[in-house]
């Protein structure tokens, strides 16, 4: 369980909590009211009310909650997502950019001429570098660092 869901459980349940003790006080506001009978008023049923305020209340957390695993959920697919798209993309690119080399070296063996070692290390780098910056994004995606450097603010979402 990573630091953030913990965070946000124990904000649920904090949330939880002092709903509780609202109802808890709404409660004890309510039975003053009914000793002290102001006015000799009897407006509603005060106990029908107050438990119809914490369904209300309930239902409002459980919305919250749900809504939080949704889009927990949604993140999770889009990130499989991407992460095989990318590397379908990786691969054919890799693909084609080996073929023409390959068809490269074939004509100019063909041709009886010098193949040129700044081609062959480009080449290299080149698809080293890529291979290692596509999955270097992916895994960054998938398994977000936790260190005292990343951006906390820049990566809470705004819902």
Known sequence: MSKQDSSENNEALNMYSRASSDVSQLRRAVINYHLEK??????????????????????????????????????????????????????????????????????????????????????????????IGILWVIVRSLFPFRDKHHDIEGEKHKS
């Open 38 to 131: 102001v006015d000799g008023s009897e407006d509603e049923d005060i106990d029908a009310a107050s438990s119809f305020n914490e369904q209300r209340r309930e239902n409002a957390i459980i919305r919250k909650l749900n809504a939080k695993n949704t889009r927990r959920e949604q993140e999770n697919q889009l990130r499989k997502k991407v992460a095989t798209w990318s590397l379908w993309f990786v691969l054919g690119q890799l693909v084609v950019t080996n073929a023409t080399i390959v068809v490269y070296i074939g004509f100019m063996l063909v041709r009886k001429q010098y193949v040129p070692t700044e081609v062959l290390i480009t080449w290299m780098t080149s698809t080293i570098v890529e291979i």
